[in-house]
């Protein structure tokens, strides 16, 4: 990577990658992160939209907690993931819980259909984590709607910030070794909160 704020760490397995991806503690050594998958097409100056997300589906019947059908279920909403231990060894049964991989610039559907229509079950969702994205800034912590650049006013002053080297996140990408190609590289990335302490940290995965 070009840009010293980005360090590349290269996986093993899948396991790994998976584990790292959905890793729910967002800190290092007291530096907070976000994490992103990585692709061919990896920008190093924005921040991707597609993020891991936690999700829970309350009420929802211990018969479903399989892999299969919770990834039949969430097709609609993102990527699976993985399901955390309490649902797929279906110790709690009020509902389950599992990370997609959505796409956080788009709206998220609060609610699907289980069964035929007329005879099944709303299915209510609820996200955990679900960044805001700001589709013009490309990164995360605001949206559309809320982006003081893209929605001042005409002669509005705004707020810019300065010395913006001292402040530069550092990124770490992560690549598998299962001969991994180019075109169908997977990846992730974290990134602090706190960039006005300028402890900032990024990591990118990514995995055949």
């Not at 992103?36 to 891991?52: A, C, G, I, K, T």
Request: charged share 30%; hydrophobic share 35%; with cysteine.
């Amino acid at each position: 990577m070009w840009r010293s704020r980005n360090v590349f760490i290269r996986m093993t397995n899948e396991q790994d990658f998976v584990k790292a991806i959905s890793r729910e503690s967002c800190e290092v050594n007291g530096i907070q992160y976000r994490v992103f998958h990585w692709n061919p097409e990896f920008n190093e100056d924005e921040e991707p939209s597609l993020v891991p997300v936690w999700i829970v589906l309350p009420g929802l019947p211990p018969n479903f907690y399989h892999e299969s059908f919770l990834k039949i279920f969430t097709a609609p909403i993102g990527k699976f993931i993985r399901r955390d231990n309490t649902t797929k060894c279906a110790t709690h049964t009020d509902g389950a819980r599992l990370c997609l991989e959505m796409d956080a610039s788009k709206e998220p559907i609060s609610y699907f259909w289980i069964g035929m229509p007329g005879s099944g079950r709303k299915q209510e969702i609820i996200y955990e984590t679900l960044p805001a994205f700001c589709t013009h800034c490309k990164i995360q912590g605001h949206n559309d709607r809320t982006c003081k650049l893209h929605n001042r006013r005409d002669g509005e002053k705004i707020w810019i910030r300065k010395n913006v080297k001292d402040f530069e996140e550092k990124k770490i990408e992560i690549q598998a070794e299962n001969n991994v190609e180019l075109d169908k590289g997977k990846g992730v990335m974290m990134m602090d909160a706190g960039m006005a302490q300028g402890d900032t940290e990024k990591i990118v995965l990514s995995q055949d």
